[in-house]
T-cell receptor, first 112, second 112 residues
Framework: DAGVIQSPRHEVTEMGQEVTLRCKPISGHNSLFWYRQTMMRGLELLIYFNNNVPIDDSGMPEDRFSAKMPNASFSTLKIQPSEPRDSAVYFC??????????FGPGTRLTVT | QKEVEQNSGPLSVPEGAIASLNCTYSDRGSQSFFWYRQYSGKSPELIMFIYSNGDKEDGRFTAQLNKASQYVSLLIRDSQPSDSATYLCAVTRETGRRALTFGSGTRLQVQP
């Protein structure tokens, strides 16, 4: 099992640009989570999907953020336009009905 | 009040000692409790989960849960320098919001 796959691993972009982060969950997992981690705020849930349906997006900071899960094996998190305060490590995690989550390696985003 | 509270540390223990990591949570509806370990620059990895009051042991790790006191702890016996990491406590409900809510983590340093 390859685990959760995220791409890119590092992203450096300029303020105002669109950023798209990608995630492939573990096969057979029916829940997918997007988390953001910063020193100041720790690990925060942005959105989670169950069976490809968004269940809770209350953590999405604002309209600049959007997430999709078109099928069971792929999800994207998009930021448009990006701002310096979006700089963080973004983790995708997947899980089953037991609620445990297995994390991907993360995408380190730097917005200058 | 944060939903999940942890002392940020660092907690410093000598090699071979018992490390005790503590976590309190505010939502009485919480049903499942997880401990994740995160090495610097890496993603969180699950090391223990517990659902019922009492103790659960797995190798050198013991998770303890007291729902009446809304308290969960992790004991690491025979601590090793390789245990030095940040330990994240996470909770979830079995119904309703099932995504993990994380504490800010406790940094553990095991001194050789």
């Amino acid at each position: 099992d390859a685990g959760v796959i995220q791409s890119p691993r590092h992203e450096v972009t300029e303020m105002g640009q669109e950023v798209t982060l990608r995630c492939k969950p573990i096969s057979g997992h029916n829940s997918l989570f997007w988390y953001r981690q910063t020193m100041m705020r720790g690990l925060e849930l942005l959105i989670y999907f169950n069976n490809n349906v968004p269940i809770d997006d209350s953590g999405m900071p604002e309209d600049r953020f959007s997430a999709k899960m078109p099928n069971a094996s792929f999800s994207t998190l998009k930021i448009q336009p990006s701002e310096p305060r979006d700089s963080a490590v973004y983790f995708c995690a997947s899980g089953t009905s037991s609620s445990r989550a297995d994390f991907g390696p993360g995408t380190r985003l730097t917005v200058t | 009040q944060k939903e999940v509270e942890q002392n940020s540390g660092p907690l410093s223990v000598p090699e071979g000692a018992i490390a005790s990591l503590n976590c309190t949570y505010s939502d009485r509806g919480s049903q499942s409790f997880f401990w994740y370990r995160q090495y610097s620059g890496k993603s969180p990895e699950l090391i223990m989960f517990i659902y019922s009051n009492g103790d659960k042991e797995d190798g050198r790790f013991t998770a303890q849960l007291n729902k009446a006191s809304q308290y969960v702890s992790l004991l690491i016996r025979d601590s090793q320098p390789s245990d030095s990491a940040t330990y994240l406590c996470a909770v979830t409900r079995e119904t309703g919001r099932r995504a993990l809510t994380f504490g800010s983590g406790t940094r553990l340093q095991v001194q050789p």
